[in-house]
């Protein structure tokens, strides 16, 4: 068994969906009769999606993500069953119902469908719960889109437990993707920019972000998106933290950034505003103090924590 999460001190852990207790038994993806064998064993447990959102169960006051196969089957039929791993009760499955929500198990006495987000800002589930749930929309999401060979075009059948897809007409193997974006705090002295997008909540402002490229450093794309969404120059680049974050299946790579100019150009395409922020102001968004009702991301957004790790380091 790897060290369970909660054994060291990444600071990854501290974001929504960074801790993920299930030992994902990797070097037994391929040995059908374990599998098999697994999910047939006292303990095995699904977690299950219709499209894009977890069915959960209505325990009193709380919500309970696992459903026993006997419960899974009474939920609809099932279009692809994943490993997702195992814990100290037995196996974990992610499950992947056939027909939409509407026409599911939604409907049934006392299970609800509620979107991960909702899950895990409204503290909902404990965090390694939703971790696996992470996991399992982001591989299921995968699964759902990519049915047919990329290569060749022909229908591609799930493989090695749900980690890969293989292609019956002209042998390709396809595998389940992660799409890292950088996000990351330009920091200037005693000040920080921060940056809003149309969407964001009013008064809400956060770190700029933006999608790795192929071929491109983790470096390089710090300071490609922020010479492109704010016009400044980015010397050193420092690596933070990670967050999964399945929307539908990125991985947030959280770094700060050491400005080298300050001038902003801000893109407005990209961003409503952009900003220096002092120390002391940032720490009031996160506080939920600012004088003028200026807010910061949430415990669940990585940006919330590269902001805080910096208002806290000791000044100069
Ligand atoms: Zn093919």
Redesign the pocket.
């Known amino acids: 068994m790897p060290p369970a999460a909660h054994d060291v001190t990444d600071a990854s852990a501290l974001t929504g969906y960074g801790v993920n207790e299930l030992d994902r038994l990797a070097e037994k993806r391929d040995d059908g009769a374990f599998v098999t064998a697994l999910a047939a064993a006292p303990g095995a447990r699904h977690l299950v999606f219709t499209g894009d959102v977890p069915l959960l169960r209505q325990r009193g006051d709380e919500l309970d993500p696992y459903f026993l196969p006997h419960e899974l089957a009474g939920l609809g039929a099932v279009r692809e069953t994943t490993l997702l791993g195992r814990d100290a009760q037995g196996g974990v499955f992610g499950s992947l119902l056939e027909a939409p929500a509407a026409e599911s198990g939604e409907g049934a006495t006392g299970i609800v469908a509620m979107d991960l987000r909702t899950l895990a800002v409204q503290g909902l589930l404990p965090p390694p719960l939703l971790g696996a749930l992470a996991q399992a929309k982001s591989l299921l999401y995968w699964h759902a889109r990519h049915r047919f060979?990329?290569?060749?075009?022909?229908p591609?059948v799930l493989a090695s437990a749900g980690w890969r897809r293989d292609?019956?007409?002209?042998?390709?193997a396809h595998f389940p993707r992660t799409d890292p974006v950088v996000i990351m705090l330009a920091v200037a002295g005693e000040r920080c920019l921060l940056g809003r997008q149309r969407r964001f909540p009013p008064g809400m402002y956060s770190a700029l972000a933006g999608f790795l490229e192929p071929g491109e450093t983790m470096e390089s794309a710090v300071r490609r998106e922020i010479a492109e969404e704010a016009g400044i120059e980015i010397g050193r680049v420092h690596y933070l933290a990670t967050q999964p974050w399945p929307f539908p299946s990125s991985l947030m790579i959280g770094c700060l950034a050491e400005a080298a100019t300050t001038d902003l150009r801000v893109d407005e395409v990209e961003l409503e505003d952009a900003r220096w922020f002092s120390r002391t102001e940032a720490r009031a968004m996160l506080a939920g103090e600012h004088p003028q009702g200026l807010s910061a991301p949430q415990p669940l957004a990585i940006a919330h924590h590269i902001l805080k790790f910096w208002v806290e380091q000791t000044p100069g």
Do not use: D
Not at 149 to 154: E, I, L, N, P
Not at 167 to 172: G, H, S
């Open positions: 060979c990329s290569a060749c075009g022909a591609s292609c019956p007409n002209c042998k390709a």
